[in-house]
């Protein structure tokens, strides 16, 4: 079992930055597939960005790519996620998730994550 805490999220000006972290428990960081969502208010979560184990296998959304990069660090057991050219429809509480796979899965339906954050709330002004 994995415990994850994100942080990093406040509100900043259309076309500004962020970087959000989400620190994991334990020792078997790296045993996990990870992945960051965001949920609007009215709207379903939807898939951000996903990194495989190795760090090496990641995906972005459409509507992030160019703008945004996943990346972890499992010796500080921590997954990141680089928000540049932030827009307000950005705007959303943003959640990181973790589940158990191969060294290179990666996983991009909210439904194939076991594990998920308390999110962090992210607010972009136009």
């Known amino acids: 079992q994995v415990q994850l805490i994100e942080s990093g999220g406040g509100l900043v000006q259309g076309g500004g930055s962020l970087r959000l972290s989400c620190a994991a428990s334990?020792?078997?960081?790296?045993?996990?597939?990870m992945g960051w969502f965001r949920q609007a208010p009215g709207k379903e979560r939807e898939f951000v960005a996903a990194i495989s184990r190795s760090g090496n296998i990641f995906s972005h959304a459409d509507s992030v790519k160019g703008r945004f990069t996943i990346s972890r660090d499992n010796a500080k057991n921590t997954l990141y996620l680089q928000m540049n050219s932030l827009k307000p429809e950005d705007t959303a509480v943003y959640y990181c998730?973790?589940?158990?796979?191969?060294?290179?899965?990666?996983?991009?339906?909210?439904?194939?994550?076991?594990?998920w954050g308390q999110g962090t709330q992210v607010t972009v002004s136009s």
């Open positions: 998730a973790a589940v158990a796979g191969d060294y290179y899965y990666t996983q991009t339906r909210a439904l194939g994550y076991d594990y």
């Open positions: 334990g020792r078997t960081f790296d045993r996990y597939a």
